[in-house]
T-cell receptor, first 114, second 114 residues
Framework: NAGVTQTPKFQVLKTGQSMTLQCAQDMNHEYMSWYRQDPGMGLRLIHYSVGAGITDQGEVPNGYNVSRSTTEDFPLRLLSAAPSQTSVYFC?????????????FGPGTRLTVT | AQTVTQSQPEMSVQEAETVTLSCTYDTSESNYYLFWYKQPPSRQMILVIR??????QNATENRFSVNFQKAAKSFSLKISDSQLGDTAMYFCAFKEGGSEKLVFGKGTKLTVNP
């Protein structure tokens, strides 16, 4: 199993450009999510999905879109990049259920918006 | 909304000694789960230990153990026999029962000195 994969690992954008961060998992996990990590802020939830066709907003959704057409993939779209979106982005996945299920994280994407 | 507080932004410990990282949380829920994640310089998020709120016994994983004080809403991590490889950011995280959304603290940067 590859686990959770993210591409690209690094990206530099100019203000106003759009791009998609890719995330895929091969563990047949129902739950997938996107976090952003900023210095001194921990990880904050952007969007999440509990299954194909179902998405919802997290704590900091503004400026981001997601879709979930398959169980495996959960791309994150930046519609018009802003310097405030400079961050490290993590995708995570897990099984769902009323247990202390572990979330598996991808390696992260470092995004710089100039 | 649940909140997670890590009051120690940075800590250091000598190799082979014991260190305790603090975490407090705020919730009105009775069914929840708590986690400690480690993020070494590689940026990969790694689950260290987890605790179910309904279990009175503190979780242990080799050199890692927790002190779970439910009434005080406290969930500290104890690392025994610290090793250089324990140098990392450590994040405390909360998950409500029936949800997969994780709420993270801001993290504690731990340095293990030789």
């Amino acid at each position: 199993n590859a686990g959770v994969t993210q591409t690209p690992k690094f990206q530099v954008l100019k203000t106003g450009q759009s791009m998609t961060l890719q995330c895929a998992q091969d563990m047949n996990h129902e739950y997938m999510s996107w976090y952003r990590q900023d210095p001194g802020m921990g990880l904050r939830l952007i969007h999440y999905s509990v299954g194909a066709g179902i998405t919802d907003q997290g704590e900091v959704p503004n400026g981001y879109n997601v879709s979930r057409s398959t169980t495996e993939d959960f791309p994150l779209r930046l519609l018009s990049a802003a310097p405030s979106q400079t961050s490290v982005y993590f995708c995570a996945s897990s099984l769902t259920g009323t247990f202390a299920t572990e979330q598996y994280f991808g390696p992260g994407t470092r995004l710089t918006v100039t | 909304a649940q909140t997670v507080t890590q009051s120690q932004p940075e800590m250091s410990v000598q190799e082979a000694e014991t260190v305790t990282l603090s975490c407090t949380y705020d919730t009105s829920e009775s069914n929840y789960y708590l986690f400690w994640y480690k993020q070494p310089p590689s940026r990969q998020m790694i689950l260290v230990i987890r605790q179910e709120a309904y279990k009175q016994q503190n979780a242990t994983e080799n050199r890692f153990s927790v002190n779970f004080q439910k009434a005080a809403k406290s969930f500290s991590l104890k690392i025994s026999d610290s090793q250089l490889g324990d140098t990392a950011m450590y994040f405390c995280a909360f998950k409500e029962g029936g949800s997969e959304k994780l709420v993270f603290g801001k993290g504690t940067k731990l340095t293990v000195n030789p």
